[in-house]
């Protein structure tokens, strides 16, 4: 009744002021019949949208609600029974597979019974076709569990270097057998702790790894590696050099099912849904995930987690580059980035860090510089230059950081630093190492020259 109310009530307004108007004009002898004509139709109209709003697109409005409302139901009542199935066949689809294969595997090794040759092609056949089964299983009992906010994720500060070794250790027999060089650089750039979930980031890992090595060519090869990001996030990233995928189907490639039509041009075993759990798992892990490819180039796909809080950089031996004072140098910078990425330090704390930093960082390239110049190391001018333009990029950070103390910029800073030092290490320094050799003297005298 409340909608009857309403138009009485509308109703009523809409003539008081229109009496109102009516009156103002003809007292001012203004109201020409024609005019109340025309205010009488504005005022009817008026007076009809309630009436027409009430009694005809509201009942048809509340109509289509109510469906709506009923489909929603319907639609919610279906996907939790979906969940509640799928929950169960976790159990009743694995357990008869994980039999079927296991002991179509014993079969095949059983010493005192050997198998004829096509009764070893058929258990081939039956664990391979098995193997398939359960893979495509898993996918879509993962992707079930994760629509339906049942995949529950351990977040922890994670070296991640073990989760590259561990991964790339995995598919080396996968590389081989299809002649392709696996290479991992990440163990090699990734200093960083990150905060992830090691199981779920290995899971996406292996599925990013398995394409690289799956849609590569004879020959080719697959690079893994890691780097900072200026927001925070270790970006790691898959490259291979295999068929690449045409730019008509990247905006298919997490759609589940969707092999892009590759089932029908290659024999290559797949169930298109790796990649849709993929990139549900790094959402997950608070990251992201995305690729380039260029046809006959290949492809490089990425996943992206954030970084550990504080003390995110990590000092292992194989950072050391075998000169003495180097090596000091580069562990304590690593100490000092660390020390200023405690969040619990006051600004004026942070500040004398950074002080310290900057000028430490002046005075270690100068060191460097000295040993390199000792033993005619030949690129000399160029790491030269690298130094200026690494302490110049800090200069400038400090700058805006001093500015405005935006914590934005002290992020942007810190991450840079862990970016640059462990890359700076292990690419460009370890370059000067092969020509230290048998010049230790030489390097001696030159660093002391440079003491105070
Ligand atoms: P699957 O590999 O099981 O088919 P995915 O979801 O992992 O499923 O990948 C979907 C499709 O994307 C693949 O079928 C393939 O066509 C394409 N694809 C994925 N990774 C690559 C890659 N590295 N190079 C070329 N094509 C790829």
């Known amino acids: 009744m409340?909608?009857?109310n309403i138009l009485v009530r509308i109703t009523a307004i809409v003539f008081m002021v229109e009496g109102a108007i009516m009156l103002v004009l003809s007292r001012f002898d203004t109201l020409s019949p024609q005019m109340a004509i025309v205010i009488d139709a504005?005022?009817?109209?008026l007076i009809s949208s309630p009436i027409v709003f009430l009694w005809v697109i509201k009942p048809y409005v509340d109509a289509q609600t109510l469906d709506l409302r009923r489909a929603k139901d319907t639609a919610e009542r279906a996907s939790r029974a979906k969940d509640e199935f799928l929950s169960h066949?976790?159990?009743?689809l694995r357990t008869p597979l994980n039999a079927v294969i296991g002991f179509a595997q014993l079969l095949q090794y059983s010493p005192e019974e050997p198998l004829s040759d096509a009764q070893k092609d058929y258990t081939d056949c039956i664990i391979g076709s098995g193997e398939h089964l359960l893979e495509i299983i898993n996918g879509m009992l993962d992707m079930a569990a994760i629509e339906a906010d049942r995949l529950h994720v351990t977040l922890e500060n994670v070296h991640v270097k073990a989760v590259f070794d561990a991964s790339c250790n995995l598919m080396k027999p996968a590389a081989s057998a299809r002649s392709v060089t696996l290479i991992n650089n990440a163990s090699n750039n990734a200093r960083v702790a990150v905060r992830t979930d090691v199981v779920r980031l290995k899971q996406a890992l292996l599925n990013l790894l398995s394409n690289a090595?799956?849609?590569n060519v004879p020959g080719g090869s697959v690079i893994l590696d890691a780097e900072v990001t200026t927001d925070g996030m270790l970006r790691i990233s898959v490259q291979d050099t295999g068929r690449g995928i045409a730019q008509k189907y990247h905006d298919r490639i997490f759609k589940p099912f969707d092999r892009l039509?590759?089932?029908?041009?290659?024999s290559i075993e797949g169930t298109g849904i790796g990649l849709t759990v993929t990139q549900k798992l790094a959402k997950l892990l608070n990251g992201r995930l995305g690729f380039v490819s260029e046809v006959g180039l290949g492809s490089t796909f990425w996943i992206e987690i954030p970084?550990?809080?504080a003390s995110a950089l990590l000092w292992t031996d194989d950072l050391l580059l075998g000169v003495e004072q180097l090596d000091q140098d580069h562990r304590k910078l690593v100490s000092l980035v660390n020390a200023m990425s405690d969040h619990s330090l006051s600004t004026h704390q942070v500040n004398s860090i950074l002080e310290e930093l900057i000028?430490?960082?002046?005075?270690?390239?100068?060191?460097e510089e000295a040993v390199m110049a000792a033993c005619s190391y030949p690129s000399l001018s160029d790491h030269r230059e690298i130094h200026r333009r690494l302490a110049a990029k800090v200069t400038d950070l400090a700058k805006a950081w001093h500015t405005g103390k935006d914590p934005a910029v002290m992020t942007e800073l810190l991450n840079f630093l862990r970016g640059w030092l462990v890359k700076h290490i292990m690419e460009t320094d370890k370059q000067v190492v092969p020509y230290t050799q048998g010049h230790e003297a030489e390097i001696r005298a030159a660093l002391n020259k440079l003491k105070p």
């Open 2 to 4: 409340g909608g009857l």
């Open 42 to 45: 504005i005022f009817l109209v």
């Open 89 to 92: 066949m976790n159990h009743e």
């Open 213 to 215: 090595i799956k849609y």
């Open 261 to 266: 039509g590759i089932e029908t041009t290659l």
């Open 307 to 309: 970084l550990a809080g």
């Open 359 to 367: 000028t430490y960082t002046q005075d270690h390239f100068a060191r």
